[in-house]
T-cell receptor, first 115, second 114 residues
Framework: EAGVVQSPRYKIIEKKQPVAFWCNPISGHNTLYWYLQNLGQGPELLIR????????DSQLPKDRFSAERLKGVDSTLKIQPAELGDSAVYLC?????????????FGPGTRLTVL | AQSVAQPEDQVNVAEGNPLTVKCTYSVSGNPYLFWYVQYPNRGLQFLLK??????LVKGSYGFEAEFNKSQTSFHLKKPSALVSDSALYFC????????????FGSGTRLSIRP
């Protein structure tokens, strides 16, 4: 069974440029998460989807970050414009059911460097 | 508000010795607790979880964790460490009584020397 797929794995951009990350969850997983992980810290939730609905986006900086999961399968996270402080690893995870009692399956992440 | 703490940034253990990675939590109600492991250049992998029932939870790769409600702890343990256990370990908690999200600790780097 294929795991969670993320692309690109690495991205280097200059500040004020836009950037987008893509995630394809495990087949059949209704729940999809985007996390931000800074160096030396644990993941912090940005947004959680149940199918195509964003059920928790309270931690998403909506002035520059946006996300979509139009058909309830794959998802895109966008930053526009990027700032130096956005340099981090962006993790996507998926889960088999609603809520957060089930284990989450994480992708390898996208490491973003903003210069 | 819920929180989770991993008081040790790094734990060093000799191969074959028992290991413990500490985790304490704070929730307003009853907790759901999780341990994940992160190997270099790979995503986090689920190890085990406590939802209810037996306080000793067994998970992947020979790891186990003990839920201690009075000490609000959920320490990860393994009787005999392997060099391949060297990785970054994250504890996570969610408050059962709310619609809150899972909160991850800051991680503990486990280093097993041959």
């Amino acid at each position: 069974e294929a795991g969670v797929v993320q692309s690109p794995r690495y991205k280097i951009i200059e500040k004020k440029q836009p950037v987008a990350f893509w995630c394809n969850p495990i087949s059949g997983h209704n729940t999809l998460y985007w996390y931000l992980q800074n160096l030396g810290q644990g993941p912090e939730l940005l947004i959680r989807y149940e199918n195509e609905e964003a059920v928790d986006d309270s931690q998403l900086p909506k002035d520059r970050f946006s996300a979509e999961r139009l058909k309830g399968v794959d998802s895109t996270l966008k930053i526009q414009p990027a700032e130096l402080g956005d340099s981090a690893v962006y993790l996507c995870a998926s889960g088999p059911g609603a809520g957060e009692l089930n284990e989450q399956f994480f992708g390898p992440g996208t490491r973003l460097t903003v210069l | 508000a819920q929180s989770v703490a991993q008081p040790e940034d790094q734990v060093n253990v000799a191969e074959g010795n028992p290991l413990t990675v500490k985790c304490t939590y704070s929730v307003s109600g009853n907790p759901y607790l999780f341990w994940y492991v992160q190997y270099p250049n790979r995503g986090l992998q689920f190890l085990l979880k406590y939802i209810t029932g037996d306080n000793l939870v067994k998970g992947s790769y020979g790891f186990e964790a003990e839920f201690n409600k009075s000490q609000t702890s959920f320490h990860l343990k393994k009787p005999s460490a392997l060099v391949s256990d060297s990785a970054l370990y994250f504890c996570a908690v969610r408050d059962i009584g709310s619609a809150s999200k899972i909160i991850f600790g800051s991680g503990t780097r486990l280093s097993i020397r041959p």
